[in-house]
Each structure stands twice: as C-alpha cells, then as structure tokens.
C-alpha cells in the first residue's frame, strides 16, 4: 500500500508541474508576440514538447481548433471490425503543453502574414512570431465536394450509403463501420482522389471489401455479377511503383474488381422508387476526353478531394494544392527560412503516411532549434514513408521506401496467416509511443523514445553523400537567427532541467 500511495503522489506531483503549473507563474495568456508558434496537429505540439524539454527557454503558442485527437492510422482496422471503437481513442491535444512555458489556443488560423511574421485566428486575434511551425494537413473535407455534403450529413443510420471518410469526424466513424452491412444490391463504387491526397497510403479499401463481399456473392447473399469499382481520375493507384505493382497483380487475380483510371467524381443523385426502395447514381468523368461515365451504385466510399487551406490563400507559403514549398531536405521553407513545415501539409515528393510524418518531425525539431541557435543544420530528410496494406482478413503488405521512391528497409510482404500478428506487433509499437507523448517524462518523440537523435554533420551525412548533395542543398538560407525573448523559466530555480544549468544546456545544444 505504501508503495501505491508513493505511485500515486508522484503522478500527482508531475500532473501539477507539467500540466497544471503547480505553484509557479504560468505563461501570460495575454501576450501576443511569440518566439515560436506551432499550427497544427499531435506531432506539431509534440515538437513544442520537445523544446519544452531540451533547454529552450523562449514563448511558444499552439494553435489547434479542436482538443483531441484521433489515432487515423487504426481508422481502416476500425472499419474493418478489427479493432473494438474505444481503442480508436481520443487523446488530449493540449496534454503535450507545459503551462509554465506555452500557451495552447483552442482556435483556427485563417490567415498567415510571412512578410509580417504575424499570423491571425478565427476570433480575429493577431499575433506574431519569429519562427513558425506548420503541420496543418491536407484540406480533405467532404464540404470541398457539396454534391456528397448533402447525402452524408443527417444520415445517421447511413440510408443512403454514401460513406466519406473523415477520420477525424465523431460523426462519420461510427456510421462507416456499417459499410458491409449496408450494401444489399449493384456494384460497390470506392473512389479514390486525385493527388495529392493525405490518405493515398490508407485507402486500399477495396482489398478488404473484395475480401468480405465475395463471401456474399458465394451464399447468394449478394448478385453474382456484383463489381466492386475502384475509380479514380489518377494514373495508379500508388506514386510507389513497386507498391502499385504488387496491388495491381493482385487485383487481376480477383474477379470482382475493375479499376477505371482518368475518371473523376462529378455529381451523385438518389431518385426514390417508392416505400424503401431507391435508385443511386454516380457521374464521372474522363479527365482527357471529357466523357461522361454513369454509374448505378449500391454503395459509395470515397475519400473527398483536397482544397487549399484558408491559412494559404492570401500569401506565397503553398502551392496551388495548398501544400507548404519546403527544402525537401531540411524541411524549412524556401523563401521564408523563419518556417518549417511537416507532414501531409509539406510539398515533399514522398507517400503521405503516418510514419513519414513522424521521421519529418524528428527532423523539423532539430533543425528549428538549430535555427533558433544559429547554428549548421546536422538534420536531412530521406523522404523515408512506410504505409501498411491490408491484403485481405488475414494478410497484410508493408511498403517503405526513400526518395525518388527508391525501395527501404522493411519494404516487405507478410505471409498468409501472420498478418494479424503483424498488425497487433505494429499496434503495440504505436501504444508505445502514444503512451509516450501523452506522459508526464520528458521525451523526445519517435523513433527517439528516451534519448535525442544525434545527428552527423552535413558533410558526414551517409545520405547525403549518396545523393550527392552539397552545403548549399540543405543549408539554402544564410544563418541569421532571430532574436529570442527569454522567458521566466531561465531564471526559475525549479525549472526541470535544474538550478543554474539553463545557460550550459542551452549553449551545449
């Protein structure tokens, strides 16, 4: 017993020192010029953790419209009947801030001033910063596609079988697991969008419904000429060839499945017949000829296309796609070399999946604080992503791959019947390294659980030599470091790095 209530008092002593405040002063709520601002999601305020942690003593500011999280990547095996709801969790956006040093605000930026370093809220607050973080995503909501609007929201019960999938939607998720269920008569229509899109590495949807349906069609339950329709206004279905290559085999091994190539998703309508019974219809068209393809469907799954994000429309910081023009090396932004991006949002000729994502943040991390020193960056990005797919119930393809989609470590197929002990060894991993953010101990994210990454000089760099690339490639802009106003932690004597050693700390990194 004595040791529980010992347990228990130390939970409670790091809950108040890292989250609560405790009897220290708090970061002043008030103020409107920041050091460092983060807009984004986890792995951007789990960035502002880092430097929580690692000496840096300057304001900082996130800004999240929404508290929690959800983990996307276990959204197929939810849909799938794999995995029970409540471990499609959410977890506490603002839990990464330490109140002593950083303030967490619950609203959206709508619009970004780089030649001002100021960046403005949808409550019309301005503030200011003197570096700024992105990791805001792809705009893939399904009001981008107004035509499908209409036929997903107030439809609880899912009556007309138009499935969007929004991962972060409560709305929407509980409904998608009825996919299976719902479909009853003709083809089944999955949609994929045109590029980019930040669920390209998740929306195999097709093997998995193949997999399900076909036992339908075997007891009679469903038509046996019943297709399942894979259409999309792109030329594959992966940027990865060898992933292509292997989905694409695979699909002309099943009878079930046709693919249309070069088509996109106009308009869907819904004509009533009568007492319970309707006619859905889906119009494509040829991205080339401009020909018109009408589909009658008995379910459509689709993911909806990207729109650029407000943030970006009254400035040079992303492209015509909304995504932000970084180094794809070193992840900082090539005109304003006071931004870095990372994630889906960054224009880096890589899959868009969740381990990219969290091998860009290791990167942005180091390199932000380097910025902020002015010093070298020793950080490069390899444009390393590893995406799972889900073969069919029990199997399951891993795909990995570097730059100029050239094969990595992992890239591997796992055999028939260990493909659900390949899922559950990946989910533990992942359990790992929430439980890892989401807790009171300073960490330094993935893959670098307990420890900093050290990182090689440029010239040392495996990397980079192999590429070929030199100083000016990853270093593009002049060193020219901003300079930090210093908050109140640099002089408290309870700051957690220890009494007097926030000087040392920060010079050593």
């Known amino acids: 017993m004595k040791s529980l209530n010992t347990k228990s008092k130390s939970l409670v002593k790091t809950g108040k020192k890292y989250f609560a405040g405790g009897s220290h002063a708090k970061i002043d709520y008030n103020l409107r010029e920041f050091d460092v601002i983060f807009v984004g999601g986890l792995m951007s305020a789990n960035t502002l953790k880092y430097l929580q942690h690692t000496g840096f ?10 508290s929690k999280f959800f983990n996307e990547h276990h959204y ?4 799938h009947g794999n995995i029970p709801p409540f471990k499609y969790m959410a977890m506490a956006y603002n839990s990464n801030y330490n109140v002593e040093s950083s303030a967490y605000y619950q609203s959206k930026i ?44 107030n439809d609880e019960l899912a009556h007309n079988r138009v499935f969007v999938h929004q991962p972060s939607n409560e709305e929407q998720f509980d409904r998608n697991r009825r996919i299976f269920g719902m479909h009853k008569d003709h083809d089944l229509i999955v949609y994929l969008p045109k590029y980019p ?23 009679e339950a469903h038509h046996s000429k019943m297709k399942i329709r894979v259409i999309t206004p792109n030329e594959n279905l992966f940027k990865f060839p060898f992933a292509n290559e292997v989905v694409m085999d695979e699909i ?35 991205v080339k000829t401009g020909e018109k393809m009408r589909v009658q469907f008995g379910s459509l799954v689709l993911t909806p296309n990207n729109k650029k994000r407000e943030c970006f429309n009254n400035n040079d910081i992303a492209d015509e796609d909304g995504q932000v023009k970084v180094n794809p090396y070193s992840l900082q932004h090539v005109k304003y070399p006071n931004i870095f991006a990372f994630g889906d949002c960054a ?18 991390r180091n390199n932000l604080s380097d910025y902020l020193n002015g010093n070298d960056f020793k950080a490069v990005y390899n444009g390393y992503s590893s995406f799972a797919v889900g073969h069919s ?3 399951t393809w891993i795909f990995s791959h570097n730059y100029d989609y050239k094969p990595s470590f992992g890239n591997f197929y796992v055999p028939k019947f260990l493909g659900l002990f390949s899922y559950k060894f990946k989910c533990s991993l992942e359990k790992q390294f929430f439980s890892k953010i989401f807790q009171g101990k300073p960490n ?66």
């Open 252 to 286: 002309t091994q099943r009878g079930m499945i046709e693919t249309h190539f070069g088509y996109e998703l106009e308009d869907v309508e819904i004509v009533d017949k009568g007492i319970n019974a309707k006619a859905r219809y889906a119009t494509f068209k040829n």
């Open 197 to 219: 899109s930040r669920r390209e590495a998740y929306d195999a949807w097709y093997l998995g419904l193949d997999t399900f349906l076909s036992w339908g069609v075997h007891s």
């Open 444 to 509: 330094f994210g993935y893959p670098y659980l307990s420890k900093n990454k050290y990182f090689r000089p440029i010239e040392e760099n495996k990397f980079v030599k192999e590429k070929g690339l030199k100083r000016e490639d990853i270093m593009s802009h002049a060193k020219n470091p901003p300079v930090l106003s210093f908050h109140h932690h640099e002089h408290d004597e309870h700051c957690h790095h220890g009494k007097g050693k926030e000087h040392g700390h920060s010079a050593a990194h």
């Open 110 to 153: 709508v619009d970004i001033k780089p030649n001002e370093n100021k960046v403005v809220d949808d409550k019309g607050n301005t503030f200011s910063y003197k570096s700024l973080v992105l990791n805001t995503g792809l705009n893939q909501h399904y009001s981008n596609m107004p035509f499908i609007q209409k036929f997903v929201e």
């Open 57 to 66: 003593h300057g304001t900082m500011a996130g800004f999240n419209a929404k």
């Open 347 to 364: 224009n880096v000729d890589t899959t868009k999946s969740f381990y990219a994502a969290i091998n860009q943040q290791v990167v942005v």
């Open 76 to 79: 197929e095996y939810l849909v």
């Open 393 to 395: 119930i029990d199997r």
